[in-house]
């Protein structure tokens, strides 16, 4: 291009132009790459490709962790990505281009390493641990929050306990997400309410975190030290039972404040009639969950239940039964001997596997219904069978998630969208108490869906004796 001679300058002047509008064009793209995933910083980008984003990672931790065993904290490593290769090398499946040999472990979280701390000690950091953090260049945030293990009894204002922490230096993070054990004997965690504090976002930048975007709920777990990449560790004993438990560990609180509103409105049902259903229903509800956690299946509080639970943190004392629901994909040939063996007895099995399946079993002179649930198109179903006529219902509710919540001291699910299946299921009027209620007519979703053959019915409706 520049080979005739008196424009040699101006081609020249070309060319530089030229590469160094390549060069702008080149970082800006990698800059937005970078933002793109959600991922580390321009910098961060860049020592990654020159191999020193691994480092990071390392002495970072390494030189948190100096000064946090020190402190004696009871922290552990919850990272998703660092146990997720902890229990690929243990299984033996380790991508060596992933995970090169000086760091094979700390070098899978991006810019983040997420930390557990066990709260049930006085968790507020010694402002001389502060102190000495911050002297060696670690900038911090902490939030603060109710108490869960007072949840249930004292005003949320009361006892602020801290809830998640961070720590940054250069553009490393390090979160820790405080655990408290609750009377239900798991372990809970705050949401971050990033949006009140300024410093927290500063911090992040747009970093993702792993956890926080809700509350959760951990099962309690043995803690082991070990050391990763040089760095001493306590990490959970099995990291792949903490690992499934991620994807569903979103926690509700119930709403103690409208519990206790519905309480002063209509007034505690406390006849002697009403508190010995209460407690045999609580007894059941532990029942029926040691039967199903022993088997494997998963179930949530449905109907009356739910409302319950919903409306006044507590069991509706003129409800007559425990209804829980399963989904149809989740049910094992295992589940009714399951019930048996612990002493509960099938009162009644409606419908089949393929279609509008439900099961009763007996306590004493309470039921357990068990509703399993179908999924189609954008709701969820189950279904009714009336034993005399052999009709057929189906109640329809919007599509729903599951959620930990803490019942009766207790770890039980809920559906998530637990307003809008209350209402699928009670209608507008849920937060009144009703004491008559017919499942065939009151609920507005339920609609009729055929009849059962007759030929069929030994099949589909079948009533035992339990007495
Ligand atoms: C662990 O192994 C799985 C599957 O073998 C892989 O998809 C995943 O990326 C690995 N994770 C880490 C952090 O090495």
Redesign the pocket.
């Given at each position: 291009m520049c080979l005739w001679r008196r424009r040699k300058l101006r081609c020249f002047l070309f060319l530089l132009i030229a590469s160094i509008l390549s060069l702008i064009f080149q970082i800006w793209l990698i800059h937005n790459n970078a933002q793109f995933q959600g991922g580390s910083s321009f910098q961060g980008m860049m020592s990654k490709w020159l191999n020193t984003g691994n480092k990071d990672a390392q002495e970072n931790l390494k030189l948190f962790m100096k000064h946090a065993s020190q402190a004696n904290l009871p922290l552990f490593l919850m990272d998703p990505?660092v146990l997720?290769?902890v229990?690929?090398v243990s299984r033996g499946?380790?991508?060596e281009r992933?995970?090169p040999h000086h760091c094979r472990y700390l070098c899978?979280s991006q810019g983040v390493i997420t930390l557990g701390l066990l709260g049930d000690s006085d968790v507020k950091l010694k402002p001389d641990l502060l102190q000495s953090l911050h002297d060696d260049g670690f900038q911090y945030v902490i939030t603060e929050g109710h108490d869960p293990r007072l949840a249930s009894v004292a005003s949320m204002a009361a006892g602020k306990v801290p809830h998640h922490m961070l720590f940054r230096r250069h553009s490393f993070l390090i979160h820790i997400v405080v655990l408290y054990e609750r009377p239900g004997k798991f372990l809970w965690h705050a949401a971050v309410e990033a949006e009140k504090t300024q410093k927290w976002m500063s911090l992040v930048e747009n970093r993702e975190l792993q956890f926080g975007e809700y509350e959760g709920a951990y099962d309690k777990m043995e803690i082991i030290p070990t050391k990763l990449d040089g760095v001493k560790l306590n990490i959970p004993k099995i990291p792949s039972a903490f690992l499934q438990q991620i994807p569903h560990a979103r926690f509700l609180e119930c709403n103690y404040g409208q519990a206790r509103k519905f309480h002063t409105a209509y007034g505690s049902d406390q006849t002697a009639e009403g508190v010995e259903f209460v407690g045999k229903a609580k007894s059941l509800l532990s029942q029926g969950r040691a039967v199903l956690d022993r088997i494997g299946v998963r179930f949530w509080m449905s109907s009356g239940t739910c409302l319950g639970w919903f409306r006044q943190c507590g069991i509706i004392p003129h409800s007559k039964d425990v209804d829980f629901g399963i989904w149809i994909k989740d049910y094992k040939d295992t589940l009714i001997p399951a019930f048996q063996a612990a002493g509960l007895s099938l009162k009644h099995r409606f419908g089949k596997v393929e279609d509008s399946f439900e099961l009763s079993f007996q306590s004493g002179d309470v039921k357990l219904d068990i509703f399993f649930f179908y999924e189609e198109d954008d709701i969820m179903w189950n279904g009714g069978t009336q034993a005399r006529t052999g009709k057929k219902f189906k109640y329809i509710f919007p599509r729903f998630t599951l959620c930990w919540t803490e019942f009766l001291d207790m770890k039980v699910r809920v559906p998530c969208e637990t307003l809008a299946y209350v209402q699928a299921n009670y209608g507008a009027n849920w937060y009144e108490p009703v004491k008559q209620w017919d499942w065939k007519n009151s609920p507005p979703n339920v609609q009729p869906n055929g009849q059962w053959p007759e030929e069929k019915w030994s099949e589909v409706i079948q009533l035992f004796d339990v007495r």
């Open positions: 990505s997720e290769a229990r690929n499946s380790v991508d992933r995970a899978s």
